[in-house]
């Protein structure tokens, strides 16, 4: 059994910043690419971030020098960062992260229980 558990999220005024963490607990042997997803009301999920296992990130145009994804491989957790927030950002963020259980061969996506994010103008 493998559980992402995300942290962090809250209401923030316009022009704030917060910062989500998910960690990732259970039976695993390796973590592969991990990433923060995100739902707004009436829309589709998107991405938001992610990053590989040596550092690597990619971001969402509408995040790029506001966000920042990182990760603790020690921990198995990743981070992200959330600088001038705008209301346009408010949704709920899920992790993800592809994960190799020690009884595994391949690796996994599992996915978080997700976090609201709040933006007041």
């Known amino acids: 059994q493998v559980q992402l558990v995300e942290s962090g999220g809250g209401l923030v005024q316009a022009g704030g910043s917060l910062r989500l963490s998910c960690a990732a607990s259970g039976s695993i042997f390796s973590m592969g690419d991990m990433g923060w997803y995100r739902q707004a009301p009436g829309k589709q999920r998107e991405l938001v971030a992610s990053?590989?296992?040596?550092?690597?990130?990619n971001y969402a145009d509408s995040v790029k020098g506001r966000f920042t994804i990182s990760r603790d491989n020690q921990k198995n957790t990743v981070y992200l960062q959330m600088n001038s927030l705008q209301p346009e950002d408010a949704a709920v963020y899920y992790c993800?992260?592809?994960?190799?259980?020690?009884?595994?061969?391949?690796?996994?996506?599992?996915w978080g229980q997700g976090t609201q994010v709040t933006v007041s103008s």
């Open positions: 990053i590989t296992s040596v550092g690597s990130a």
């Open positions: 993800t992260a592809n994960i190799k259980r020690y009884c595994s061969r391949i690796y996994y996506p599992s």
